[in-house]
Structures are given as structure tokens and as C-alpha cells.
């Protein structure tokens, strides 16, 4: 009787051939968990924020990868190219948001999302737009661009199919995948190795949470070394609403080592940007001096404080 109460149990007759997804480890079940279903929701909640440990470690044991490709990916941007993100499903969705918050929170249009399907599969999945590639979703990739191909299996056609594009045009290809010796073939490789999900391949989980820190740190990572942070202060940040004033206003006060009105008065006769005000206050040089200094700097505000301190 047992063998009848075992509905999830695949039974290969002999000589059958597995499917090629049914090996990944992202895609097993967790041993221990037949009865996850019929436990406490409390208990389920505790599982899956444990769970999540292993994401970190996964990130944890990565960080030479992602350390080699933030200065890959560095060394583009610094010659004029773009970072693109390239993925589909929550991949997809984890690009295009880290790309959307690059620009105001580094004031840069250099990163870019690109999810298969298009925008209408941000928020409704769209019937086989992973299973195949559309080079024209790339039509403008360059040799001087970055292209981060991010699957979880390791093997989604779309993915593949842009790094394949992306190496074929010269550009720095990246891959993020979650299983080892995945298909994807890259200049750089990013294993992170986070194993079976809780729910047996909803690798929005893990994996994803995984994914999420990966592109944080590489994009942000990246920036830094760009100059587009003082210290631990985002001087690039875009004023777009109240909040985001009142923080650019604590980076100039802060990072300057002024008071309150001094630095808000700064920041307005910046136009906004943070940057060029703490310039203009670390330097004793108005804002138009300072945005000056800044260009010649290409944007990094310490050669920009040296130059005006050789300069005086």
C-alpha cells in the first residue's frame, strides 16, 4: 500500500533517458519535506527564512567570481560601454530592477535591463519567451558593452542565445547560474550554488534571493569604483522627491562637515546635485567652479578636490 501513497516518485522504466532539467540540482526536492503541506504556517515561514541562509553562503563562496567581474565589467564602463542584464522570468525581473534603480541612485543610464518577452512580462508571464532568443532585443549591443546573462537553470535558451549574441559582437559576457557546469558559456562565471528549493524548483527563492545579491554588488560595486560615491555617501544620487532630497542634503552636510542650512544652501546652488556641492564646500569654490573641476575629474570628486588643491 505504501507505493500507492507516493504520487511524487518517478519511476523511469529501464533504458529511459531523464530529462536534462530533471538533474539540476535547483530543480530536485529537499529530502524530509513529503509533509510541508500539512505543517504549521509558522513552521513553514521559519523553513524558508532559514532557507535562505543558503543564498548568502552561496554569494559568500562567489565572491572571487564577482570580484573578477565587477572589474571586467568596470574596465567597459570606463571606455564607454554599457552593463546589460539579460534574463527571463524572475531573473528578468531582478535586471531590470537593478537597472531601473541604477539611474537614480548613481545618476547613470550605463545599466540596462533586458527581460525576455518585453515589458509585459515584468508583471504576467509571457507563454515561451524563455525558450527561444530575439537578437532584437540586443540590435544595439557593442563590442564596448557588458552583457550579464542571469538563469538559474543554467540552461535558458534565451540566455544562452544573448551571451552566444553578445560574445559574437565582442562584448564582456558574464554569466550567473545556480547550478555547476551549467551550459552557459562566458568570459566570466559566476556559480552560486544554492541547491534544491524548499519548493521543489521555485528557484524565485534561494536562487533568486541569491541572484538579487549578486547584481547589488556588482552594479554597485562597479559604481564605486566609477567614483560615483564619497566615502560611504551615494554624491551622485538624483533629487526626484522629498526623501531624496532631504538625503542628498544629509550627504552634503555630512560628508562636507557642515551644518544643516550651509549644506542645503549648497545643494541648491548645485542644482540638486550633491556632488558638486560638497566640491563647492570642500574646496571653497562655487558651483560652477566645482561642476567644472568635476568634468575635467571625469566625475570623481577626489581629483577634483586634488586638482583645485594643486591648483591653489
Known amino acids: 500500500m505504501g507505493d500507492i501513497h507516493e504520487p511524487h516518485v518517478i519511476r523511469l522504466r529501464a533504458g529511459a533517458v531523464p530529462h536534462p532539467l530533471d538533474g539540476l540540482g535547483t530543480e530536485a526536492a529537499r529530502p524530509g519535506l513529503r509533509d510541508l503541506d500539512t505543517r504549521p504556517i509558522g513552521e513553514v515561514v521559519a ?34 560601454g554599457r552593463l546589460i542584464y539579460a534574463g527571463s522570468g524572475t531573473p528578468g525581473r531582478l535586471g531590470v530592477l537593478d537597472a531601473a534603480e541604477c539611474g537614480p541612485t548613481f545618476g547613470t543610464e550605463l545599466v540596462r535591463g533586458v527581460i525576455a518577452g518585453g515589458s ?12 527561444r532568443f530575439n537578437p532584437a532585443d540586443f540590435a544595439d549591443l557593442t563590442a564596448a558593452d557588458a552583457l550579464v546573462g542571469i538563469t538559474a537553470s543554467g540552461r535558458t535558451p534565451y540566455v544562452l542565445g544573448a551571451l552566444d549574441y553578445a560574445r559574437s559582437v565582442g562584448a564582456l559576457t558574464v554569466a550567473v547560474v545556480n547550478n555547476p557546469g551549467s551550459e552557459a558559456a562566458a568570459d566570466l562565471m559566476i556559480e552560486l550554488l544554492t541547491g534544491p528549493e524548499v519548493l521543489a524548483g521555485s528557484t524565485r527563492l534561494t536562487a533568486g534571493t541569491a541572484q538579487k545579491v549578486v547584481l547589488n554588488a556588482l552594479s554597485t560595486s562597479v559604481m564605486i569604483a566609477l567614483g560615483k560615491a564619497f566615502g560611504p555617501w551615494m554624491v551622485d544620487v538624483r533629487v526626484t522627491n522629498e526623501k531624496v532630497r532631504r538625503r542628498a542634503v544629509r550627504i552634503v552636510r555630512d560628508a562636507a562637515g557642515v551644518d544643516e542650512g550651509v549644506a542645503a544652501a ?11 556641492a560638497i566640491v563647492a564646500l570642500l574646496a571653497n569654490v562655487d558651483a560652477t567652479e566645482a561642476a567644472i573641476q568635476l568634468h575635467r575629474a571625469s566625475g570623481r570628486l577626489r581629483d577634483a578636490l586634488r586638482n583645485l588643491s594643486g591648483a591653489g
Not at 549648497?266 to 558638486?276: F, I, N
Open 120 to 131: 509585459t512580462a515584468l508583471t504576467h508571464p509571457i507563454e515561451g519567451a524563455e525558450d
Open 47 to 80: 523553513l524558508l527564512i532559514h532557507a535562505e541562509g543558503a543564498a548568502h553562503a552561496a554569494v559568500e563562496a562567489a565572491v572571487p567570481q564577482i570580484a573578477a567581474a565587477a572589474e571586467a565589467v568596470t574596465a567597459r564602463l570606463q571606455n564607454g
Open 266 to 276: 549648497a545643494l541648491d546652488a548645485a542644482g540638486g546635485h550633491a556632488k558638486t
